[in-house]
């Protein structure tokens, strides 16, 4: 139950396309979905992040969809550049206590090549 | 504001020894928490600190410790090493919730490779 499933595991698009990985998670008690990029070499950085209260949030090129029937929640990349070719991590996690910092639980991450 | 610093970035060990990494946080930022990170088991939490007293802690065996200090800083400890321990250590900070805001923020991360 608190696993969080991502789709496709590699993802290679062309320059200018729409990149779209997908989640799914089992624990109703998640509050918070985020969205890491992970570079080589470096830690994962937050890209984008939503709660279940809303169904869409849009970040310059970066869209999260969240349907929260259907326990599921994607992340689009428009108009993909080459910059973006790195891996995407989708995360889930839920409020622990009052001050306490979120436990995150990743997917097990896509690997996106944008093809110039 | 400088970001997340972790030391050593490498490190190479042999089965049986032990290691402790280090991680300084963002200033300002109590909060700090550490995951491990495996092709195969992808990335896994394993401990969170705020306030030098661990709060949260993932499922991995005794041999994993942590600690934090009173200015943030945190360690973590990994005794009688395993070749599976070998991973990227990450570490990540973050102020408490305040306002719904509740991003951590990643270090770059310690490379741990167990002969």
């Known amino acids: 139950q608190q696993q969080v499933k991502q789709s496709p595991q590699s993802l290679i698009v062309q320059k200018g396309g729409i990149s779209i990985i997908n989640c799914a998670y089992e624990?109703?008690?998640?509050?918070?979905f985020p969205w890491y990029q992970q570079f080589p070499g470096k830690g994962p950085a937050l890209l984008i992040a939503?709660?279940?209260?809303?169904s869409e949030k849009k970040e310059g090129r970066f869209t999260i969809s969240f349907n929260k029937s259907a326990k599921q929640f994607s992340l689009h990349i428009m108009d993909s550049q080459p910059g973006d070719s790195a891996t995407y991590f989708c995360?889930?996690?839920?409020?622990?206590?009052?001050?306490?910092?979120?436990?995150?639980?990743f997917g097990s991450g896509t690997q996106l090549t944008v093809l110039p | 504001k400088a970001g997340v610093t972790q030391t050593p970035r490498y490190l190479i060990k042999t089965r049986g020894q032990q290691v402790t990494l280090s991680c300084s946080p963002i200033s300002g930022h109590r909060s700090v928490s550490w995951y491990q990170q495996t092709p195969g088991q992808g990335l896994q939490f394993l401990f969170e600190?705020?306030?030098?007293?661990?709060?949260n802690k993932g499922n991995f065996p005794g041999r994993f410790s942590g600690r934090q200090f009173s200015n943030s800083r945190s360690e973590m400890n990994v005794s009688t090493l395993e070749l599976g321990d070998s991973a990227l250590y990450l570490c990540?900070?973050?102020?408490?919730?305040?306002?719904?805001?509740?991003?951590?923020?990643f270090g770059p991360g310690t490379r741990l490779l167990v002969l």
């Open positions: 995360a889930a996690s839920w409020t622990l206590s009052s001050g306490s910092a979120r436990q995150l639980t």
């Open positions: 600190y705020f306030s030098e007293t661990q709060r």
């Open positions: 624990n109703t008690a998640f509050d918070y």
């Open positions: 990540a900070s973050s102020s408490p919730p305040r306002e719904r805001q509740e991003t951590q923020y």
């Open positions: 939503i709660r279940p209260d809303v």
